[in-house]
């Protein structure tokens, strides 16, 4: 019987590390902070949880572009 072991946090795939640098873009932007919305929050939840990451990388994608925020670069 196989046993798998969870990933350290240095393992995470690049679409998990490029969803928390955007989440972390959102929380340290002040125009994006005030269209806070349910949506948003779940993304950056779903960031942090590595959870949903195609989905939250749109929502915040979009949320940065609407608040005219530059976007981090995306890891290779």
């Known amino acids: 019987m196989l046993s798998f072991l969870p990933l350290p946090a240095a393992a995470q795939s690049n679409d998990a590390k490029y969803c928390l640098a955007l989440a972390d873009k959102y929380e340290e932007t002040s125009p994006a ?8 929050d779940q993304a ?4 942090e949880k590595g959870i ?3 989905d939250s990388i749109a929502v915040l ?5 609407a608040s ?7 890891p290779q």
Not at 61 to 65: D, H, V
Not at 68 to 74: D, E, F, I, S, Y
Request: hydrophobic share 45%; proline share 4%.
């Open 33 to 40: 902070k005030q269209s806070s919305s349910v949506v948003i």
């Open 44 to 47: 950056v939840a779903g960031c």
């Open 52 to 54: 949903n990451l195609a």
């Open 61 to 65: 994608e979009k949320a940065l572009k």
């Open 68 to 74: 005219r925020v530059t976007l981090p670069a995306r």
